[in-house]
């Protein structure tokens, strides 16, 4: 069921041993105990805030990571800035509520009093806000509705944040208790921009699951594929820091070279109609398709014989990590932190960003040479499975939160206010 809150919102009764002062502040011994005594029986509510759940792969985390936690210590929430969003049904399904709070324009103070209140009725220990705009209304009303710990979550650094936004980030530090990362180049570029406490940072690497795909030939026979036509698969949002525009270059340049060929887009965004337009341009009516958004892409991956991520700027992928897990052999740009995850001809093939003619080249060099992608395939595999599971990144997660719940509670018992760092 996804909640819509437009206007006030409406009490709601709770059994729960009242635990509060009458400013809305937890009571410490009460929180910690709840988090930290064996024989606990209320999970601490936890309401993760993002902009909403479309498509992308934040929001993909948010909604893994609400339906992994452990729902013996957590009880998850999620709450959208703005509409609910087409992925909405994949956390109602796993039974988590969502709430959309339907923000108007850049700056919207019903929605921050509307997300306030929010906070003060379902009195969550920790708020946990992905990407900036989520990040900056929810650390406000956290602070607002004196929540006990605020994470802050960032997946990478989006093309329109300036010095405002870093300096907004730079003065909210200091109301948040810990800053995930997702990956190492994306931690280097916050701490330059923000000069924020290397303690107050941590770097957890995306997860994804190791997939059950379908039946190979059955998904390729579903999409209308010859066992002879050889399927180049890319997974995104349409959107020019994806490097779509240079991944249909590459695609021309190899047309001749590979008549099989094939390249299949999954995903929508603003570019689409100039990529369609650049494919009819280019000759390619009939080898490019555009499937849209999709809410399962095991079909896709279990039908591709080869994947592509052509970005200019990344964190850590997870469409990367997801063709790896599936077994499919990757080609991607060498940016954000796939170079610690893409080993050159063992699990996978970097290119630099920004040059089809090597993109080019590189996959008329994977596709003449199939014999070899099983054995990378498998290593990528392997290494997804050991160093970049769901259950890896929830489990470490839940870990911070336990840690810093116990620092907030230390905090008020020896008048120090809390655990912010």
């Not at 900056?136 to 010095?163: C, S």
């Not at 190979?216 to 994806?242: C, F, M």
Request: proline content about 6%.
């Amino acid at each position: 069921m996804i909640r819509h809150q437009t206007s006030d919102i409406r009490p709601q009764s709770d059994s729960r041993p009242k635990t509060q002062d009458p400013t809305g502040a937890f009571s410490a011994p009460s929180l910690e105990s709840r988090v930290l005594s064996p024989e606990s029986r209320v999970p601490v509510k936890v309401i993760f805030i993002i902009w909403s759940l479309g498509l992308g792969g934040a929001e993909q985390v948010v909604i893994r990571l609400a339906a992994g936690l452990d729902r013996r210590r957590f009880a998850p929430i999620i709450c959208c800035m703005n509409e609910p969003g087409p992925f909405a049904t994949q956390a109602i399904s796993r039974g988590i509520e969502v709430i959309a709070l339907h923000k108007r324009g850049a700056i919207d103070l019903g929605m921050l009093i509307r997300l306030t209140r929010v906070m003060r009725q379902r009195r969550p220990g920790i708020v946990h806000t992905h990407l900036w705009g989520a990040s900056f209304w929810g650390r406000l009303a956290a602070r607002l509705a004196r929540v006990p710990v605020v994470i802050v979550h960032e997946h990478g650094m989006q093309p329109y944040r300036g010095a405002f936004h870093f300096f907004c980030d730079r003065w909210l530090a200091r109301v948040t208790s810990r800053i995930l990362f997702a990956s190492q180049h994306v931690l280097q570029i916050y701490r330059a921009k923000t000069a924020v406490a290397e303690s107050k940072c941590m770097v957890i690497p995306n997860g994804v699951a190791v997939l059950r795909l379908p039946d190979r030939i059955a998904a390729r026979r579903a999409r209308g594929w010859s066992p002879d036509d050889q399927v180049i698969l890319s997974v995104g949002r349409l959107s020019p820091e994806k490097g779509y525009e240079d991944l249909l270059k590459a695609f021309a340049l190899i047309a001749s070279r590979a008549p099989h060929a094939r390249l299949v887009l999954v995903g929508d965004g603003a570019q689409r109609a100039a990529l369609q337009t650049l494919q009819a341009q280019s000759g390619l009516n009939g080898r490019v398709t555009f499937a849209g958004r999709q809410e399962d892409v095991t079909g896709w991956l279990a039908a591709a014989d080869l994947y592509v991520q052509p970005s200019h700027r990344e964190g850590l992928p997870l469409a990367v990590l997801e063709a790896m897990a599936a077994g499919v052999p990757v080609v991607a740009t060498d940016v954000g932190d796939l170079r610690y995850v893409i080993t050159e001809g063992r699990t996978g093939y970097l290119v630099p960003a920004r040059q089809p003619d090597t993109l080019a080249a590189r996959l008329v060099d994977v596709l003449e040479h199939p014999e070899q992608q099983p054995r990378i395939a498998e290593a990528a595999r392997a290494l997804v499975r050991t160093r970049f599971s769901d259950e890896q990144m929830i489990r470490a997660i839940e870990r911070v939160y336990e840690d810093e719940l116990s620092c907030w509670g230390k905090g008020q018992e020896t008048g120090g206010g809390g655990g912010n760092r």
